[in-house]
């Protein structure tokens, strides 16, 4: 495939905005790491698709649109990991996180006994709204690391 590290994400279909002033065809061997580039500064935060996050009917929480606004950051931020669930602790919630659909789907209590399974991902949401990923899992199921993070984010809160 030749085209630019623009060009490749888009085709990945990461749905962000990119400049316009790349080459498409016969791109100069730069493009690979042009894509690195882009990919590293998707995985730090960087690059924000402004795409919005919802909250699912019947997920029992409400959010304001400051909340919402972090949450598609961090929606951002979790899926440049390669997150598809997350679980999302904001101002003092903990919420899951479709991260594919960019949808929360409810919240969770910390405090409840049991588990907690299909989360790949521990993403804190600070007042800055800049997230951290405190944790992820890349295969599925709960990890002792992820029983870790939700450990170490629950005293922290």
Known sequence: MNGSGT????TLGAGASFPVD???????PSAGSEFAA???????GELQTGLEVTVARGAGVQLSPSQ?????????RAHAEGASRALVLIDGMALELDVLSRTITGGVDLEA????TGIDAV??????GVPRVASFVPSPGIAPSLARALEES????
Do not use: H, K
Not at 38 to 44: E, I, K, T
Not at 123 to 128: H, K, P
């Open 38 to 44: 882009l990919l590293a500064s998707a995985q730090s």
């Open 22 to 28: 790349v080459d498409v065809v016969g791109a100069p």
């Open 68 to 76: 919402l606004e972090r949450l598609a950051v961090a929606a951002d």
């Open 113 to 116: 006994e049991g588990v907690l």
């Open 123 to 128: 993403v804190r949401v600070g007042a800055a």
């Open 7 to 10: 060009e490749i994400l888009r």
């Open 154 to 157: 629950r005293s922290n809160t």
